[in-house]
């Protein structure tokens, strides 16, 4: 059974950067069945999907994003990170990473999610 963690700042100035990281366990990044995803839900809105990286570094980000979004994965290590630039108080959300099952078009495990609030 996949497990999934995130970890990072909960607190990120406003303009600064966010870097989160999400560390799996009990089963291998490197199949290919596997999108290995971010999401994050602002408070009192629905889930927005970020980005997927896949274990062969194909990587897929959210238009609405895009410039501003870096995910990148270490199959080694078991993690994939996401970076955030120019962070704004709208980025504040909790941020969840996730395992997509490519074939079905579902997401099979979730983190538990970490809350990120922007503030200086």
């Known amino acids: 059974q996949v497990q999934l963690k995130e970890s990072g700042p909960g607190l990120v100035e406003p303009s600064h950067m966010l870097s989160l990281t999400c560390t799996v366990s009990g089963g291998s990044m490197t199949t290919n069945d596997y999108y290995w995803s971010w999401i994050r839900q602002p408070p009192g809105k629905g889930l927005e999907w970020i980005g997927y990286i896949s274990s062969s570094d194909n990587i897929a980000v959210s238009p609405s994003l895009r410039g501003r979004i870096s995910i990148s994965g270490d199959t080694s290590k078991k993690q994939f990170t996401l970076q955030l630039s120019s962070v704004a108080p709208e980025d504040a959300a909790v941020y969840y990473c996730?395992?997509?099952?490519?074939?079905?078009?579902?997401?099979?495990?979730w983190g538990q999610g970490t809350l990120v609030t922007v503030s200086s």
């Open positions: 996730a395992q997509w099952v490519v074939d079905s078009g579902y997401f099979r495990q």
